[in-house]
Antibody
Framework: QVQLQESGPGLVKPSETLSLTCTVSGGSISSYYWSWIRQPAGKGLEWIGRIYTSGSTNYNPSLKSRVTMSVDTSKNQFSLKLSSVTAADTAVYYC?????????????WGQGTLVTVSS | QSVLTQPPSASGTPGQRVTISCSGSSSNIGSNYVYWYQQLPGTAPKLLIYRNNQRPSGVPDRFSGSKSGTSASLAISGLRSEDEADYYCAAWDDSLGVFGGGTKLTVL
């Protein structure tokens, strides 16, 4: 059973770059789309973007200028970088797999990691 | 402002049937699959419905999804206390993911 685990600093200073990694276990990272989603406290879900294992990406237009995603198939990991962060980027960040059987539905999800932007 | 529109709240008593609506446009719901996610308090979202009306293994058949034109609905029959959660609809829109704002379901 595929499991995802987010990791990275829980505290990032304003104007710096947020960096997170999602490690995939129990299955191969290859031949799937992998998404990042975030959720500010008490608010809804926001799709950040996705990456295919070839490196092809799609980003949310509202974040596109600050987002970079990458994938390392040798480590079964994919990563998110969000630059020039502000307090508005404080949120729980989730990674998820876009399934073939689910026709694009996101399953499974990681447990999420809280990133706080503060000096 | 979410791309997909959901009511912020819904409620029902145990055993009742409740529905949650999701409205979009021709570029998302109108031309792509709809998905529903359930988020129990303090946990990550979980896929509840995919391809408009399909349930992943383990999801009770009390949950059902439907789609018509640019709108979709999630129905929960035989409401149970453990169904109290946030529910999100989602779709793809020209290779971009879009979510509804979420509906908080309260079981009275």
């Amino acid at each position: 059973q595929v499991q995802l685990q987010e990791s990275g600093p829980g505290l990032v200073k304003p104007s710096e770059t947020l960096s997170l990694t999602c490690t995939v276990s129990g299955g191969s990272i290859s031949s799937y789309y992998w998404s990042w989603i975030r959720q500010p406290a008490g608010k809804g879900l926001e799709w950040i973007g996705r990456i295919y294992t070839s490196g092809s990406t799609n980003y949310n237009p509202s974040l596109k200028s600050r987002v970079t995603m990458s994938v390392d198939t040798s480590k079964n990991q994919f990563s998110l970088k969000l630059s020039s962060v502000t307090a508005a980027d404080t949120a729980v960040y989730y990674c998820a797999r876009e399934g073939m059987v689910t026709g694009g539905g996101l399953d499974p999800w990681g447990q999420g990691t809280l990133v706080t932007v503060s000096s | 402002q979410s791309v997909l529109t959901q009511p912020p709240s819904a409620s029902g008593t145990p055993g009742q049937r409740v529905t949650i609506s999701c409205s979009g446009s021709s570029s998302n719901i109108g031309s792509n699959y709809v998905y529903w996610y359930q988020q129990l308090p303090g946990t990550a979202p979980k896929l509840l419905i995919y391809r408009n009306n399909q349930r992943p293994s383990g999801v009770p058949d009390r949950f059902s999804g439907s789609k018509s034109g640019t709108s979709a609905s999630l129905a929960i029959s035989g409401l149970r206390s453990e169904d109290e959660a946030d529910y999100y609809c989602a779709a793809w829109d020209d290779s971009l993911g879009v979510f509804g704002g979420g509906t908080k379901l309260t079981v009275l």
